[in-house]
């Protein structure tokens, strides 16, 4: 018989919340100290490449080696893609490293950092009925950790439904 281990849904929010204000620092420290790039810089050095078909945005992105990138707050869960390159991704549970080919599933309320070793492309699929960027942006980007497709999740935690 195998023996489960309990999660205390406490400690878990707890955990999301302390690694959020700390890549929230992370992400504030960047901007005082101008770590990182303009949109306009970003659109030149990371170019992105939107497709829309029968009910799904496929968004893809380049980016190239050496680079950190504080990724939006993510409100469904969704299918990403490693297509080319190895990355290494900072998550509440530590470092994960990436090497293509490799396909995970995002989760409600990710937000992660991500430190690209080679150069990489990575793809993301939205399944939506929303016809333009910045719609489906607006349908699957949270503008911070409040929102409520994002507090629902860890309501389910804490009534310990997942």
Known sequence: MKSSKLVDPEDTISKL?????KVAELEKKGYNENLWMSDEEQKKTNPLKHTFTDGCYIREIFTPAGQIIVTKIHKKDHPFFLMRGELSILTEDGVVNLRAPYQGI??????????????????TVHA???????EVEEDVIAKDFSDPLITAKEFELLTNKI
Do not use: E, Q, S
């Open 128 to 134: 939506t009925d929303k016809l333009t960027v910045d």
């Open 106 to 123: 995002t989760k409600v309320g990710t937000k992660r950092v991500i430190y690209t070793h080679t150069d990489c492309i990575f793809t």
């Open 17 to 21: 919340t302390t690694f959020r204000d």
